[in-house]
């Protein structure tokens, strides 16, 4: 069974830092590529990053490129997000998702969810 | 960017009707469209993938369809587990990007 478990979350002041983990149990973690999605409170989702299976590429949304980095450790099956200069309206319950695998390679899905850590961003 | 649209923002049926949801896309994005269902406290559950494939364990009540810029997903027969919100997600160029949802209401 696809478990993944995320960790990290709390409450940090504006242009503060935070990382996220999310440990992954249940599937070959270094075959599958890796997201994390967002959702602000009472409000849609919205793709946040993704990363590749082996890390050689990443993707950011537009809203966290430049402060947020995506990264993995595949030895500890455990994907990161880095959090930087955070803001008010990064508030939010970050979702891990792998991406789901079909005709040989990885695709822009998200197959298996964990169950989110909530980051607040307030003074 | 691209930008999904989906209608109506509220759906309100009762158990064994026939539901239809719509989401339509700013710019062409031939099949590669994704329906996902949330329900309260819950993360979000792939249902739909590549505009009609259906995911892993999904019921065959659970339809999509389309190309191009419009899609649908349907439920044949709706169940009372099936009251959730309902998002499409595109996946043919970065930014993925999601729709605002459907909530389906009883």
């Known amino acids: 069974e696809v478990q993944l478990l995320e960790s990290g979350g709390g409450l940090v002041q504006p242009g503060g830092s935070l990382r996220l983990s999310c440990v992954a149990s249940g599937f070959t973690f270094n075959s599958y590529a890796m997201t994390w999605v967002r959702q602000a409170p009472g409000k849609g989702l919205e793709w946040v990053s993704t990363?590749?299976?082996?890390?050689?590429?990443?993707y950011y949304g537009d809203s966290v490129k430049g402060r947020f980095t995506i990264s993995r450790d595949n030895s500890k099956n455990t994907l990161f997000l880095q959090m930087n200069s955070l803001r008010a309206e990064d508030t939010a319950v970050y979702y891990c998702a792998n991406n789901l695998q079909y005709g040989g390679s990885w695709s822009g899905y998200f197959d298996s969810w964990g169950q989110g850590t909530l980051v607040t961003v307030s003074s | 960017e691209i930008v999904l649209t989906q209608s109506p923002a509220t759906l309100s049926l009762s158990p064994g009707e026939r539901a239809t949801l719509s989401c339509r896309a700013s710019q062409s994005i031939t099949r590669y469209l994704a329906w996902y269902q949330q329900k309260p406290g819950q993360a979000p559950r792939l249902l739909i993938y590549e505009a009609s494939n259906r995911a892993t364990g999904i019921p065959a009540r659970f339809s999509g369809s389309g190309s191009g810029t419009d899609f649908t997903l349907t439920i044949s027969s709706l169940e009372p587990e099936d009251f959730a919100v309902y998002y499409c997600?595109?996946?043919?160029?970065?930014?993925?990007?999601f729709g605002q949802g459907t909530k389906l209401d009883i």
């Open positions: 997600q595109q996946r043919s160029s970065w930014p993925y990007t």
């Open positions: 990363i590749t299976a082996s890390g050689g590429s990443t």
